[in-house]
């Protein structure tokens, strides 16, 4: 067996045992957050109930109809509704990931520019840079409502100040020599950023790539509990209302897929 193949294997025999012991769990643990409701639910319960009851948060259309309205809970409508707040979710995420990377990055690149950006750059940065995020809600949520947009500027906040770190840190460990067979050769300072700098600093990237995209999954998802009206954290809200511990570990599952 090839070393690819038993790291599948042993990664697959990790998420069974994981499976497992939640199981375990379930029967070990008889205790209810609710009546009815219980805190840890196995998988026979997520798989039916769980999923079905799901179709509570379907608006209705598509020829299924919602259930606050009288309609009945089936797995297509609890389909639908997963599909439905995944897609509103997404676009908030990818929306503000893609700002938060592009503008992070455009300031740090600006602190190897020149001495004046660097000062004009630098401190503000880093001072943003040690803000808690979480703390941030309430006055993202007063500035701009629980809207798209400020959904969206929130999570590029959170992604941008990693970004701004990760490129800094990045350009500076690029090869000097780099930089000087660039200039040898009569290239410009547009010129070296465009053909050395920006390509050489990408893979130093990686991390910072990951990094934003697990800080704005946290970003959305915290916007989302503020009273968004749609996205997989306002369920995850209406669940904590309720005391419905297994959609809330279903919508992270859910969440885990992406």
Same mark, same amino acid.
């Given at each position: 067996m090839s070393p690819a193949a038993t790291r599948r294997l042993t990664s697959l025999g990790v998420i069974l045992g994981l499976a497992a012991l939640w199981q375990l769990a379930s029967i070990l643990i008889p205790y209810e957050s609710v009546p009815g409701e219980p805190m840890v639910p196995g998988w026979q319960v997520v798989v039916t109930r769980t999923f079905v009851s799901l179709a509570d948060y379907w608006p209705g259309g598509l020829g299924i109809e919602a259930v606050a309205q009288g309609g009945e809970r089936t797995y297509a409508g609890a389909a639908l509704a997963i599909l439905? %707040?995944?897609? #509103?979710?997404?676009?908030?995420?990818y929306a503000g990931l893609v700002l938060g990377a592009f503008v992070g990055s455009i300031a740090g690149l600006a602190v190897s520019w020149s001495r004046w950006s660097r000062r004009m750059v630098a401190l503000p940065g880093q001072f943003m840079r040690t803000f808690p995020l979480m703390a941030l809600i309430p006055l993202f949520q007063l500035w701009f409502?629980?809207? =798209? %947009?400020? *959904?969206?500027?929130?999570? *590029?906040?959170g992604v941008g100040v990693i970004f701004f770190t990760g490129t800094v840190n990045a350009v500076a460990n690029i090869p000097d020599i780099y930089v000087d067979y660039a200039r040898t050769l009569g290239a410009s300072r547009f010129q070296i950023y465009?053909?050395?700098?920006?390509?050489?600093? =990408?893979?130093?990237?990686?991390?910072?790539?990951?990094?934003?995209l697990g800080m704005a999954w946290t970003a959305v998802v915290a916007a989302e509990?503020?009273? @968004?009206?749609?996205g997989l954290?306002?369920?995850?809200?209406?669940?904590?209302?309720?005391?419905?511990? #297994?959609?809330?570990?279903?919508? @992270?599952? =859910?969440?885990?897929?992406?």
């Open positions: 439905s %707040h995944s897609w #509103d979710t997404s676009l908030r995420l409502g629980m809207t =798209f %947009h400020g *959904a969206v500027l929130f999570v *590029a906040f465009w053909t050395v700098i920006i390509p050489a600093m =990408f893979p130093e990237l990686r991390s910072s790539i990951l990094l934003g509990f503020l009273g @968004a009206q749609t954290g306002q369920i995850i809200v209406y669940s904590q209302y309720f005391g419905y511990v #297994d959609r809330m570990f279903l919508v @992270a599952l =859910f969440l885990l897929t992406y």
